[in-house]
């Protein structure tokens, strides 16, 4: 249960945008906000009560002040034994500085949905290059069939360390990939998240498998799920050389079915059945650059792979 509390005078500062679940992380709930003014609200946590008074979430210290003017995200994680409503529902939010030593403001809050209401959810494609370094790099999206979903380029360069572009997508397990043989392939991070400068996000060296995030109520999913793996595959075996081929084969032996090469904008290039565990693709004709490879096994497994044609 949590106590009464006065009302502060910083509190008519403190604007909350919004509370939701979050789109990457299936266990927090998230507050968004920042102080209209010049005052910090030093090492904020927040706090969720459903409308009995029962805790449903808390935020540990991640920020050194609430954000000031531009909205920032907060995330609270959902306690474990708490039964968080799935519909709308009445609430309790209390605001914390100082590592949870005093509270500053309260808010009730009156028909909460903690699902977002658009289906398709922004999310922000990053990198970051640690050392500064000018180069060009892709990345793209492709869904849990190896279809493709999206792609963009980030024109690095040796004044900023993090780089990143948008993206929206509907509900779904997605895989983020990016340029072999750039820096971003041997030594930076790559990742995903709602926003980069508001809330915190997933990288690829962090994480190769988990799928994250959903709406927990039938009906309602509308938060973002994203598997997060590198582009170091295991499974169907590439091989390619200077000499514009491509080699195939399958550890295990079975066929390795249809496969099929596609450009950096989407586009099939070339396809082909394979009855038998390897193969080899005569690359020329296609244009230079980076390629996708699919590979569908007939009992259904997906093999993505990318390749740059020189």
């Known amino acids: 249960m949590h106590a009464p509390v006065l009302a502060q005078a910083d509190c008519a500062n403190v604007v909350i945008e919004s509370v939701h679940y979050s789109a990457l992380y299936p266990s927090v709930i998230e507050v968004s906000a920042y102080y209209d003014g010049s005052d910090c609200i030093d090492y904020p946590s927040f706090i969720l009560f459903d ?33 968080v409503p799935t519909g709308s529902f009445n ?37 970051n290059t640690g050392d500064l370094e000018a180069f060009t790099a892709y990345w793209w999206i492709t869904d849990e069939n190896g279809n493709w ?33 750039s820096p971003i392939d041997e030594e930076f991070v790559i990742g995903i998240t709602p926003s980069y400068n508001q809330s ?21 999913r509308h938060a973002l799920m994203v598997a997060i793996r590198s582009r170091r595959m295991t499974g169907t075996s590439y091989c390619y050389g200077w000499n514009r ?32 565990d ?25 093999t993505v792979q990318t390749i740059i044609i020189p």
């Open 91 to 127: 609430a309790h939010l209390e605001l914390y500085s100082g590592f949870g030593d005093t509270l500053v403001c309260s808010w009730d809050l009156s028909d909460v949905v903690l699902c977002p209401p658009a289906e398709c959810q922004q999310a922000e494609i990053y990198t």
């Open 200 to 220: 915190i996000g997933f990288n690829t060296w962090l994480d190769e498998s988990e799928s994250l995030g959903t709406c927990p109520s039938p009906g309602m």
């Open 51 to 83: 409308g009995n008074g029962d805790t449903l979430a808390i935020e540990s210290v991640n920020f050194f002040c609430v954000g000031f003017g531009s909205p920032m995200t907060h995330p609270m994680t959902i306690l474990a034994d708490a039964v």
């Open 245 to 276: 081929r491509l080699h195939l084969a399958e550890p295990d032996g079975r066929p390795l079915g249809d496969i099929r090469i596609y450009s950096i904008d989407g586009r099939l290039a070339r396809s082909l059945q394979a009855l038998t």
């Open 149 to 181: 979903m999206d792609q963009g380029t980030f024109e690095v360069d040796d004044i900023q360390h993090t780089h990143y572009d948008t993206t929206c997508l509907v509900p779904g397990s997605y895989e983020l990939g990016f340029s072999p043989f």
């Open 278 to 302: 390897r193969v080899t693709v005569d690359l020329n004709g296609l244009a230079t650059g980076l390629h996708v490879v699919r590979v569908l096994r007939p009992e259904g497994h997906v």
